[in-house]
């Protein structure tokens, strides 16, 4: 495909999958037979984040994308309740069953890895962990894992205790999907607007019996976590990965010249970066994706070369 055609409108459908005996779903693009690159969304998104980036790379590169919802988001299940409350934590480390319970459904031995956010850090464990596994990190916007401080560790502890012990809250339910979108654009983590917030927000309702949507993402999501990697160990774990990586940023995203941020950069032995125009999503605002997709087709393919 041209890098001229990347500005236009990409006719290829996602298609939906079933993995892991239908713990999770998942989107495809692509023909089957291509080599599989597995997208990985961040907290609270879904494989609808790469709704508009996916098709792109598949007419450039001659790819097949598949995108899964990592448990707890989207279509997947929901990890079981235990009594009035959570027993059971959300743990990073634990979404990399995910990745290798698709890889697995889905016959791969070594996989390419695109990522975005919270799903780079899921990558990153993975790649450091189990190198044979991963062939090539494709990075968006986040790069190692959240961490606490060692000394933090008790009041990190208090607070996951705390939090899992309140009942669990009813999903929001919201009269229509544009309310639904709105309260995203609000309530965002990240800045992130309503045209690129609209494929997440779509794929993470249901509609109720009385003609209202409510989200499908599982509330212990938002409890914070029991227990977190130090910054010593998320600096480790980056510098055994032995993938080559191709890092790309927002300018106005979450790493760029923070200190944490260049600590974790100067830790990969094969990093490239690319900053780019656009937000925490850039790949999937529709002003920026065009250019995220030219930069991996351009690395990638001259990687290829060399």
Same mark, same amino acid.
């Given at each position: 495909?041209?890098?001229?055609?990347?500005?236009?409108?990409?006719?290829?459908?996602?298609?939906?999958?079933?993995?892991?005996?239908?713990?999770?779903?998942?989107?495809?693009?692509?023909?089957?037979?291509?080599?599989?690159?597995?997208?990985?969304?961040?907290?609270?998104?879904?494989?609808?984040?790469?709704?508009?980036? $996916?098709? /792109? %790379?598949?007419? *450039? =590169?001659?790819? !097949? +994308?598949?995108?899964?919802?990592?448990?707890?988001?989207?279509?997947?299940?929901?990890?079981?309740?235990?009594?009035?409350?959570?027993?059971?934590?959300?743990?990073?480390?634990?979404?990399?069953?995910?990745?290798?319970?698709?890889?697995?459904?889905?016959?791969?031995?070594?996989?390419?890895?695109?990522?975005?956010?919270?799903?780079?850090?899921? $990558?990153? /464990? %993975?790649?450091? *962990? =189990?190198?044979? !596994? +991963?062939?090539?990190?494709?990075?968006?916007?986040?790069?190692?894992?959240?961490?606490?401080?060692?000394?933090?560790?008790?009041?990190?502890?208090?607070?996951?205790?705390?939090?899992?012990?309140?009942?669990?809250?009813?999903?929001?339910?919201?009269?229509?999907?544009?309310?639904?979108?709105?309260?995203?654009?609000?309530?965002?983590?990240?800045?992130?607007?309503?045209?690129?917030?609209?494929?997440?927000?779509?794929?993470?309702?249901?509609?109720?019996?009385?003609?209202?949507?409510?989200?499908?993402?599982?509330?212990?999501?938002?409890?914070?976590?029991?227990?977190?990697?130090?910054?010593?160990?998320?600096?480790?774990?980056?510098?055994?990965?032995?993938?080559?990586?191709?890092?790309?940023?927002?300018?106005?995203?979450?790493?760029?010249?923070?200190?944490?941020?260049?600590?974790?950069?100067?830790?990969?032995?094969?990093?490239?970066?690319?900053?780019?125009?656009?937000?925490?999503?850039?790949?999937?605002?529709?002003?920026?994706?065009?250019?995220?997709?030219?930069?991996?087709?351009?690395?990638?393919?001259?990687?290829?070369?060399?």
């Amino acid at each position: 495909m041209p890098h001229t055609e990347f500005k236009a409108a990409s006719s290829v459908a996602s298609q939906p999958l079933s993995l892991a005996q239908g713990r999770l779903a998942a989107l495809s693009w692509g023909r089957a037979g291509a080599p599989v690159w597995l997208a990985l969304h961040g907290w609270l998104d879904n494989a609808a984040s790469f709704s508009r980036l $996916a098709p /792109l %790379l598949v007419e *450039a =590169l001659g790819i !097949r +994308i598949v995108a899964i919802d990592f448990r707890g988001h989207g279509h997947s299940a929901h990890l079981p309740q235990v009594g009035d409350y959570a027993l059971t934590d959300y743990a990073l480390w634990d979404y990399c069953h995910d990745v290798l319970d698709a890889m697995e459904d889905l016959g791969l031995d070594q996989v390419s890895v695109l990522a975005h956010s919270m799903g780079a850090a899921v $990558a990153c /464990l %993975l790649a450091a *962990a =189990l190198p044979e !596994r +991963i062939e090539r990190l494709t990075l968006i916007d986040g790069l190692g894992a959240l961490n606490t401080p060692s000394e933090e560790t008790a009041s990190q502890l208090r607070k996951g205790l705390t939090a899992y012990r309140r009942p669990l809250s009813r999903p929001p339910r919201y009269p229509d999907i544009e309310s639904a979108v709105a309260a995203r654009v609000a309530g965002g983590v990240t800045p992130i607007d309503s045209i690129t917030a609209t494929p997440l927000v779509e794929r993470n309702t249901q509609p109720t019996a009385d003609g209202h949507v409510q989200m499908r993402t599982d509330s212990r999501l938002l409890k914070p976590s029991l227990v977190r990697f130090t910054p010593e160990q998320v600096l480790s774990l980056l510098a055994n990965i032995n993938a080559p990586v191709l890092l790309i940023e927002g300018e106005e995203g979450i790493l760029g010249e923070r200190a944490w941020a260049i600590q974790a950069r100067q830790a990969v032995k094969r990093l490239t970066r690319q900053v780019l125009k656009g937000g925490h999503h850039l790949h999937l605002e529709p002003n920026a994706v065009a250019q995220v997709a030219l930069v991996i087709d351009a690395y990638w393919v001259n990687a290829n070369k060399g």
